[in-house]
């Protein structure tokens, strides 16, 4: 394949086809995402009211969803400290995305970096920049609306996801990036609609649902694209990668410093929620249109998959 680029475009004169069809060209999936940015963006800051207290009697986060739900403990546990539960959770997950935004945001930098910059798929990568600048602010804002610490991944993750973002191949970036998004993406979409949630939570919800559809769309042609073009190494590298970064995802994902925090017994509450049917199929629900698409294009293969299957994301 050549790459022929302008001052002005970038145009790709020989098609590329996946197991999913013929690939669209990248310049015209930009300017749609363009156009719809432009149409279909919120300033968290004025678009939500911050100022309104919170609501007696509702949750932070779907009952369903919170990590204990339908264990021997939840069972034991009363209505308000569910729901104190729910409140810690929805802050250990908004202090997840904020850890990784800021990473995509440099594998979106890395990845720009040596691409022509009048591009309309340069421009789109700085418009996305710009939408998780946003939603780190107002995830930040949402934790501490509701009065609730920060819970900052382990140190261990945090400095592995400093290799990550500094090594990371492109195509193993994307398929990191769906990996965050997705997932949360999943949850919210049933959190946004649930009037027995916090209104602010809901808005917040919403607001990022909108918005990351456009940056799931972008990362899913963008990791097609590379899967079809790189290297068989650099192919390997992202079934490996994706996968090691699934297993950290799932551990990572709920800080279990939020079950001594509601007066729950540590060791207790993170076995049980390992032991949990429940959660399993949450996680796998939540992974399954993600787990699908990877299968298609090839990235669930070889030591990848166990990777996967290991992280309890895949069944």
């Not at 145009?11 to 310049?27: F, I, M, S, V, W």
């Not at 946003?134 to 949402?142: D, E, G, L, Q, V």
């Amino acid at each position: 394949m050549t790459t022929v680029t302008t001052a002005t475009t970038v145009t790709e004169p020989d098609a590329l086809r996946d197991a999913l069809g013929l690939l669209k060209d990248r310049e015209q999936v930009a300017e749609r995402l363009l156009d719809s940015s432009a149409k279909h963006s919120f300033d968290p800051d004025t678009e939500l009211d911050w100022d309104a207290p919170l609501e007696e009697g509702k949750w932070f986060w779907p009952p369903e969803l919170v990590s204990l739900y339908d264990t021997p403990l939840w069972k034991k546990m009363s209505e308000e400290q569910r729901m104190e539960l729910s409140r810690h959770e929805a802050a250990s997950l908004a202090s997840l995305g904020i850890w990784f935004e800021i990473i995509l945001m440099q594998l979106l930098v890395r990845h720009i970096y040596d691409k022509s910059v009048t591009s309309a798929h340069v421009r789109y990568a700085l418009t996305e920049i710009a939408d998780e600048c946003r939603h780190s602010k107002m995830f930040a804002r949402m934790i501490q609306k509701g009065e609730a610490p920060a819970y900052p991944v382990s140190r261990l993750n945090h400095n592995l996801a400093r290799i990550l973002k500094t090594v990371s191949t492109t195509p193993g970036s994307f398929a990191c990036t769906l990996l965050g998004e997705e997932i949360l993406d999943w949850m919210q979409r049933l959190t946004f609609p649930d009037e027995r949630v916090q209104t602010i939570v809901r808005g917040v919800t919403r607001i990022h649902v909108v918005e990351e559809a456009r940056h799931v769309r972008y990362a899913r042609e963008e990791l097609r694209r590379q899967m079809v073009t790189a290297p068989r190494w650099e192919q390997e590298l992202t079934r490996v990668s994706c996968g090691e970064a699934a297993r950290v995802f799932s551990i990572a994902f709920v800080n279990p410093q939020v079950y001594t925090n509601v007066g729950l017994d540590r060791r207790e509450a993170v076995a049980q929620v390992k032991a949990s049917g429940h959660r399993r199929e949450v996680m796998q629900s939540g992974a399954g249109r993600l787990t699908e698409f990877l299968d298609d294009i090839g990235v669930l293969r070889g030591v990848g998959r166990k990777l996967w299957k290991s992280s309890g994301l895949l069944a």
